[in-house]
């Protein structure tokens, strides 16, 4: 009988070590999908619990974009969303939020509020489907303190409706020392510096997503004090457009890994790109797309890249390509309507994690922060 015992209990002690070793047992897992320079970023719990930042574009596209997010809830094996929070108004962040309604059973819809943007389209989708949707299901305003109670993860909400948390994170809050170079950008006075951004928290594994968040609002974040500390993940803000990404923010967070989810003409040029890569800890950057708006002056080598697009010229401008002006006539950018490909993360609460092009396969793995 004792032996009995004792063999139950050698097996349950092996039973947890082998737990512990399982590589895909207690991780947080992140799809970074390619709406093409739109945003759409899954987070799924160890316990297959689920947040989505964001549904992509709408209209024509609305069919397009939610197929690739709903490839990646199939690869990680997602009946439904728990938490889908939309940052901020912008056709290209809620844009296939009502089609991914039809497809995938939705819990809980998080946002910063009211559109404060004169748009007759936008104000008739929170009042009209919007409503009818989170009427359903769940719905939070969040305001900078709030939390998403995402299982396993702690998700705290750093800015929304234009405020900024004033409490730092644990740990954090000392004097952020790119606030004294920092000078203010052309206002923004648009739902992009509405953007609801989340900091999570797993284990030691840190990351930052602000949505569209805009530089003077990243110095109203990161000033005097930096409340966050730094992170391990920094997804790109605003798709790597430079009102945003100010060298307050991305050398302040001083993240080890930036993933930026441009578009093939969104994102990307030589100062934002320059902001990144002199980034003090940074070790590699990621992107969605190749954008021509870098050249292969300023982009990153092709491995780390998830999607080119269709018709690739026989070599690649070494001199980045200048952003056409808005409301000018310039040539449409270049097209990707091919299969897309994700990048995704998996941290481990430990704090190394592992990131992974799903074009080519190509992984690497990074330790824990120090
Ligand atoms: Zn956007």
Same mark, same amino acid.
């Given at each position: 009988?004792?032996?009995?015992?004792?063999?139950?209990?050698?097996?349950?002690?092996?039973?947890?070590?082998?737990?512990?070793?399982?590589?895909?047992? +207690?991780?947080?897992?992140?799809?970074?999908? +390619?709406?093409?320079? !739109?945003?759409?970023?899954?987070?799924?719990?160890?316990?297959?619990?689920?947040?989505?930042?964001?549904?992509?574009?709408?209209?024509?596209?609305?069919?397009?974009?939610?197929?690739?997010?709903?490839?990646?809830?199939?690869?990680? !094996?997602? $009946?439904?969303? +728990?938490?889908?929070?939309?940052? #901020?108004?912008?056709?290209?962040?809620?844009?296939?939020?009502?089609?991914?309604?039809?497809?995938?059973?939705?819990? #809980?819809?998080?946002?910063? /509020?009211?559109?404060? $943007?004169?748009?007759?389209?936008?104000?008739?989708?929170?009042?009209?489907?919007?409503?009818?949707?989170?009427?359903?299901?769940?719905?939070?305003?969040?305001?900078?303190?709030?939390?998403?109670?995402?299982?396993?993860?702690?998700?705290?909400?750093?800015?929304?409706?234009?405020?900024?948390?004033?409490?730092?994170?644990?740990?954090?809050?000392?004097?952020?020392?790119?606030?004294?170079?920092?000078?203010?950008?052309?206002?923004?006075?648009?739902?992009?510096?509405?953007?609801? !951004?989340?900091?999570?928290?797993?284990?030691?594994?840190?990351?930052?997503?602000?949505?569209?968040?805009?530089?003077?609002?990243?110095? $109203?974040?990161?000033?005097?004090?930096?409340?966050?500390?730094?992170?391990?993940?920094?997804?790109?803000?605003?798709?790597?457009?430079?009102?945003?990404?100010?060298?307050?923010?991305?050398?302040?967070?001083?993240?080890?890994?930036?993933?930026?989810?441009?578009?093939?003409?969104?994102?990307?040029?030589?100062?934002?790109?320059?902001?990144? #890569?002199?980034?003090?800890?940074?070790?590699?950057?990621?992107?969605?797309?190749?954008?021509?708006?870098?050249?292969?002056?300023?982009?990153?080598?092709?491995?780390?890249?998830?999607?080119?697009?269709?018709?690739?010229?026989?070599?690649?401008?070494?001199?980045?390509?200048?952003?056409?002006?808005? !409301?000018?006539?310039?040539?449409?950018?270049?097209? #990707?309507?091919?299969?897309?490909?994700?990048?995704?993360?998996?941290?481990?609460? +430990?704090?190394?994690?592992?990131?992974?092009?799903?074009?080519? /396969?190509?992984?690497?793995?990074?330790?824990?922060?120090?």
């Amino acid at each position: 009988m004792k032996t009995a015992i004792r063999t139950l209990l050698v097996l349950a002690v092996l039973g947890t070590a082998i737990a512990a070793q399982s590589p895909d047992g +207690d991780v947080l897992s992140i799809y970074l999908v +390619d709406v093409e320079g !739109g945003g759409a970023t899954l987070f799924v719990s160890p316990t297959g619990e689920s947040m989505l930042m964001d549904t992509g574009n709408g209209g024509a596209n609305a069919d397009r974009d939610v197929s690739r997010i709903m490839a990646a809830a199939e690869d990680a !094996g997602l $009946e439904r969303i +728990d938490h889908l929070l939309t940052t #901020h108004w912008h056709g290209d962040h809620y844009g296939g939020l009502a089609e991914l309604a039809t497809r995938i059973p939705i819990g #809980h819809y998080i946002d910063h /509020g009211p559109t404060i $943007e004169d748009n007759e389209r936008v104000q008739a989708f929170i009042d009209g489907p919007y409503r009818e949707l989170y009427n359903a299901a769940r719905r939070t305003v969040v305001t900078p303190g709030d939390t998403v109670p995402l299982s396993g993860v702690d998700v705290q909400v750093m800015a929304s409706a234009g405020e900024v948390v004033d409490e730092p994170l644990p740990g954090a809050g000392e004097p952020n020392p790119y606030c004294a170079d920092f000078e203010r950008y052309p206002e923004d006075l648009g739902d992009n510096a509405q953007s609801a !951004g989340v900091h999570l928290q797993f284990g030691r594994f840190r990351a930052l997503h602000l949505g569209d968040l805009t530089a003077n609002k990243e110095f $109203e974040l990161m000033c005097p004090n930096n409340p966050i500390g730094s992170v391990d993940l920094y997804v790109v803000s605003h798709h790597g457009l430079n009102t945003s990404n100010a060298q307050v923010l991305v050398h302040g967070v001083a993240p080890r890994v930036a993933i930026m989810n441009n578009g093939t003409r969104k994102g990307g040029t030589p100062d934002t790109m320059t902001i990144l #890569h002199t980034a003090p800890r940074l070790m590699d950057l990621w992107q969605l797309h190749f954008s021509v708006l870098s050249g292969q002056e300023y982009t990153v080598p092709g491995v780390f890249i998830a999607n080119l697009f269709d018709d690739q010229p026989d070599a690649m401008p070494l001199a980045p390509v200048p952003p056409p002006r808005r !409301g000018s006539n310039a040539a449409p950018p270049p097209v #990707h309507s091919g299969p897309a490909n994700w990048i995704k993360v998996e941290a481990r609460r +430990d704090g190394t994690f592992t990131v992974t092009n799903s074009r080519n /396969g190509f992984s690497k793995s990074y330790a824990a922060s120090e």
